[in-house]
């Protein structure tokens, strides 16, 4: 996807999912706990700062999976996901940092028919 498809892309999902949770415009981090939410497949729970940071490495690492990155080890006796990177990630500059992870959440959240 180009930049400009990706953005338009974005903001659409932004929306979809401040009208599904009756909320404010997610950024980057609420998509990402959202994600981890959704892989952790617990539900709704209230989640310490730790858990909530912990939420959004599994999303992540869900994410960056299905460029190669990561691969899924298996469950810890609490049913937290753990991944092992596979393969260096490359040095991004800020920008592609941000298209490539808007990109792999909205192709996330099309695989779970979202949008």
Not at 62 to 73: A, D, N, Q
Request: glycine share 6%; aromatic share 10%.
């Amino acid at each position: 996807m180009q930049a400009a498809e990706i953005n338009k892309k974005w903001s659409n999902l932004q929306s979809v999912i401040a009208t599904t949770f009756d909320t404010d415009i997610p950024d980057i981090k609420v998509m990402l706990f959202l994600i981890g939410v959704q892989e952790l497949g617990k539900g709704a729970l209230e989640f310490s700062k730790r858990e909530k940071e912990e939420l959004m490495h599994i999303a992540t690492c869900r994410l960056f999976s299905s460029l190669g990155f990561y691969e899924l080890t298996g469950l810890d006796e609490q049913g937290w996901p753990h991944w092992n990177l596979i393969n260096p990630i490359p040095n991004y500059t800020l920008m592609e940092q941000e298209m490539i992870i808007k990109s792999l959440i909205i192709d996330y959240f099309e695989d779970v028919n979202v949008i």
